[in-house]
């Protein structure tokens, strides 16, 4: 049985969805949205997030990428409150999830810590020839490749210098190898 991961990059507008069978999607809110407030908006995307774990039934782990501190103000503190939101809910719905710190997807996307949203996409479009426009999907992609290498089935050859970026995410108790469910 195929290792059924997934990858989230959370995002307060536009959370970018890798699902456990390689599809991409976005979980978009904003101005003009059905939600009454922040608090509403919050929950929401973590009902979506969750309802994407719940779809890929026998889930493996979810792939989340950790806080961001570069945001400002309020969004920073609305930035980790939907993060812990994501979390716990998965978590609650017996869910594994892996944390992999921005820097450190930057490194096993493209070798770089300091990689732009630009270099991100263009290592997508080198290594697979997927040509991602959203750069929530081309992150979700890159988070969701990041658990299937941990596990030992990498969707796409990677250096092993790239790789050792895996080493620096914290991974749930999923043994090596394995494409038994956690949780």
Same mark, same amino acid.
């Given at each position: !049985?195929?290792?059924?991961?997934?990858?989230?990059?959370?995002?307060?507008?536009?959370?970018?969805? =890798?699902?456990?069978?390689?599809?991409?999607?976005?979980?978009?809110? $904003?101005?003009?949205?059905?939600?009454?407030?922040?608090?509403?908006?919050?929950?929401?995307?973590?009902?979506?997030?969750?309802?994407?774990?719940?779809? =890929?039934?026998?889930?493996?782990?979810?792939?989340?990428?950790?806080?961001?501190? $570069?945001?400002?103000?309020?969004?920073?503190?609305?930035?980790?409150?939907?993060?812990?939101?994501?979390?716990?809910?998965?978590?609650?719905?017996?869910?594994?999830? =892996?944390?992999?710190?921005? $820097?450190?997807?930057?490194?096993?996307?493209?070798?770089?810590?300091?990689?732009?949203?630009?270099?991100?996409? !263009?290592?997508?479009?080198?290594?697979? $020839?997927?040509?991602?426009?959203?750069?929530?999907?081309?992150?979700?992609?890159?988070?969701? =490749?990041?658990?299937?290498?941990?596990?030992?089935?990498?969707?796409?050859? !990677?250096?092993?210098? *790239?790789?050792?970026?895996?080493?620096?995410?914290?991974?749930? *108790?999923?043994?090596?190898?394995?494409?038994?469910?956690?949780?």
């Amino acid at each position: !049985m195929e290792p059924r991961v997934i990858g989230l990059d959370l995002s307060l507008t536009a959370t970018g969805v =890798a699902c456990a069978d390689g599809s991409l999607l976005t979980i978009r809110t $904003g101005p003009g949205d059905h939600l009454a407030d922040e608090r509403d908006r919050l929950r929401w995307i973590a009902d979506e997030a969750v309802a994407r774990t719940e779809a =890929a039934r026998v889930l493996t782990f979810a792939v989340v990428e950790g806080p961001s501190f $570069g945001s400002k103000g309020n969004a920073l503190h609305q930035l980790g409150g939907l993060w812990w939101l994501v979390v716990d809910a998965l978590m609650a719905v017996g869910a594994a999830v =892996a944390v992999v710190p921005p $820097g450190t997807l930057k490194v096993y996307a493209t070798g770089s810590g300091s990689a732009t949203k630009p270099d991100m996409r !263009m290592a997508l479009y080198k290594r697979t $020839g997927l040509d991602v426009k959203d750069d929530n999907r081309v992150d979700a992609w890159w988070l969701r =490749a990041m658990g299937l290498d941990y596990l030992g089935r990498p969707p796409v050859a !990677m250096p092993q210098a *790239q790789r050792a970026a895996l080493g620096k995410a914290r991974w749930p *108790q999923v043994p090596r190898g394995s494409t038994a469910a956690a949780g």
